[in-house]
């Protein structure tokens, strides 16, 4: 009986070390023109739509990766501090009162790479070992 729940615990153990090592490292990421610099905060609210300027005046435009995607749950979780549901709750209560609309979503790092890299306000975020020269790295969530 003991070395059932000794081989349980070990896999218990296992399994959360291999979900911590999966983990991805977001890097928000922005056009390589736009030389501002934002803290974590700032980006929260960029992306929840409470800001709409970078500090250097330049009008930001927003973009998400797809629902399910585990870079966007790392950086909901770890930026947004918002659950998918609460966070699709908290959209469909911007466009309703018209305060706001969510961000446009694209399907990959690529996508978004090449979306940040031909817009000069753009700001997304991507799993860092995807960033290039393309992009500005503004702010990494480990």
Same mark, same amino acid.
């Given at each position: 009986?003991?070395?059932?729940?000794?081989?349980?615990?070990?896999?218990?153990?296992?399994? #959360? #070390?291999?979900?911590?090592?999966?983990?991805?490292?977001?890097? &928000?990421? &922005?056009?390589?023109?736009?030389?501002?610099?934002?803290? %974590?905060?700032?980006?929260?609210?960029?992306?929840?739509?409470?800001s709409?300027?970078?500090?250097?005046?330049? $009008?930001?435009?927003?973009?998400?990766?797809?629902?399910?995607?585990?870079?966007?749950? %790392?950086?909901? %979780?770890?930026v !947004?501090? $918002?659950? %998918?549901?609460?966070?699709? @709750?908290?959209?469909?209560?911007?466009?309703? @009162?018209?305060?706001?609309?969510?961000?446009?979503?694209?399907?990959?790092?690529e996508?978004?790479?090449?979306?940040?890299?031909?817009?000069?306000?753009?700001?997304?975020? !991507?799993?860092? $070992?995807?960033?290039?020269?393309t992009?500005? &790295?503004?702010?990494? !969530?480990?």
């Amino acid at each position: 009986m003991k070395n059932l729940t000794y081989a349980k615990l070990l896999a218990s153990a296992g399994a #959360l #070390l291999l979900s911590v090592s999966v983990q991805a490292s977001v890097a &928000v990421i &922005v056009n390589p023109e736009n030389k501002s610099s934002l803290q %974590e905060q700032q980006v929260r609210k960029i992306f929840l739509g409470k800001s709409k300027v970078f500090p250097n005046g330049v $009008k930001s435009v927003v973009a998400d990766l797809p629902a399910g995607n585990e870079v966007r749950a %790392e950086f909901l %979780e770890k930026v !947004i501090r $918002k659950s %998918e549901p609460n966070l699709n @709750s908290y959209w469909s209560r911007m466009l309703f @009162s018209s305060k706001g609309k969510p961000p446009r979503v694209l399907d990959n790092a690529e996508a978004v790479k090449q979306w940040v890299a031909a817009n000069p306000g753009a700001i997304a975020y !991507i799993d860092s $070992k995807d960033v290039d020269n393309t992009v500005r &790295v503004m702010l990494t !969530i480990d």
